[in-house]
């Protein structure tokens, strides 16, 4: 009989892997960003948010906060690098003086918290149970505030009945996320694991709700959509032509000036 440890092992290693995809799915955009030399209009927040998100559990997994959780450290501290390196590209395309200030603060105080946190957690605290409570809360409170992200799309999707802004791997892979960090934490339970995860799994279903009930009438919409670009175009085509053929004929009628 499987031990609910290798379980949870295994169900750790799969929310790794798709914990990863997840981080890494902005690449395209930072990808766009390298190749025009501009950050345009994408705003530096979720990046600066995910990296203190991860920051702090990073530190919940470490052995002297919250024994055996290796894997929640592994797989942030991967994240780290991956939202640091999303922050440089940002701040070495970045065209405006004070936006650049404003990321390069908003790192230097995300710095600043994290290293408190860890005096407060190593001073205060001594023991597992206390330091875990310290930091799970901690954790928490980051992983509510960046829900804030989903909870304003499916509001958009309600609003306009289209998931066109709902990319439907993105709602799979957050519910995957959820389903597996939210079991990993019931094998051993883990009550600041499974807060957070368990309001993921729950978000991850509602937008994966949302995306088959208003698939098809995105499909419509996109369809009479394209279709007035059509007429618009054909319409458009329509009113040059005899403009054309006009300045044809005053061109044709005119009188040669030669020298």
């Not at 065209?95 to 205060?124: F, P, Y």
């Not at 791997?169 to 995957?176: E, G, K, P």
């Not at 098809?216 to 007429?231: D, Y």
Request: hydrophobic letters at 50%; proline letters at 5%.
């Amino acid at each position: 009989m499987v031990s609910p440890d290798v379980v949870r092992t295994v169900v750790g290693i799969i929310g790794n892997v798709i914990s990863l995809i997840l981080f890494l799915s902005p690449v395209p955009t930072f990808v766009r960003i390298w190749k025009k030399g501009s950050v345009e209009q994408y705003s530096p927040a979720p990046y600066l948010a995910t990296l203190a998100n991860c920051m702090v559990w990073a530190l919940y997994g470490l052995p002297i906060v919250h024994p055996h959780s290796i894997l929640v450290v592994t797989i942030n501290g991967s994240a780290i690098f991956i939202e640091l390196s999303y922050i440089i590209l940002f701040l070495i395309y970045a065209s405006d003086k004070k936006q650049r200030l404003k990321v390069l603060l908003g790192l230097l105080v995300e710095l600043i918290l994290m290293a408190l946190l860890v005096l407060m957690v190593l001073t205060v605290a001594h023991t597992h149970e206390r330091r875990s409570l310290i930091v799970g809360i901690v954790c928490i409170l980051c992983n509510i505030m960046m829900y804030a992200s989903p909870l304003a799309v499916m509001k958009l999707v309600i609003t306009t009945k289209s998931v066109e802004f709902m990319p439907f791997c993105l709602s799979l892979f957050s519910f995957a996320n959820g389903l597996a960090w939210f079991s990993f934490a019931l094998i051993r339970f883990d009550i600041f694991l499974t807060i957070p995860n368990g309001l993921g799994l729950l978000f991850g279903s509602g937008q994966l709700i949302l995306y088959a009930t208003y698939y098809k009438n995105t499909k419509r919409l996109l369809a009479e959509r394209k279709g007035r670009q059509v007429s618009l175009t054909e319409v458009v085509s329509d009113g040059d032509e005899p403009k054309k053929m006009g300045r044809t004929t005053q061109n044709g009628s005119a009188p040669h000036h030669g020298t």
